[in-house]
């Protein structure tokens, strides 16, 4: 499972850190990704991490504000978001695949960010 935690209310130009906790498989065999949804919006996924935990990828809109990194040993994958703006509120998911391509195989519940203007 997958257990996201870490979301609340914020102000604009605050910052928040998400935390993921991976049980029942090790982190450090997936390609992992924070995603969010808004109402009436399409998911995005807003990060990612290779399993060598070398290579990220981050959507156009939270490039330079959010950072993925991973503990391995924690079997932890965080979101570290700064400079958050309104159009940041959404429901934060984590997922976890085991190929680098294609659909996400576990999904945690999510976690609801809110940033006040």
């Known amino acids: 499972q997958l257990q996201a935690s870490g979301g609340g209310l914020v102000q604009a130009g605050g910052s928040l850190r998400l935390s993921c906790a991976v049980s029942?498989?090790?982190?450090?065999?997936?390609?992992l990704g924070w995603f969010r949804q808004a109402p009436g919006k399409e998911r995005e996924r807003v990060a990612a991490?290779?399993?060598?935990?070398?290579?990220?990828d981050y959507a156009d809109s939270v490039k330079g504000r959010f950072t993925i990194s991973k503990d391995n040993a924690k079997n932890t994958v965080f979101l570290q978001m700064n400079s958050l703006k309104p159009e940041d509120t959404a429901v934060y998911l984590c997922a976890a695949r085991i190929r680098g391509f294609g659909d996400y195989d576990y999904w945690g519940q999510g976690t609801q960010v809110t940033v006040s203007s």
């Open positions: 029942g498989r090790r982190i450090n065999f997936y390609y």
């Open positions: 991490v290779r399993p060598s935990g070398g290579t990220t």
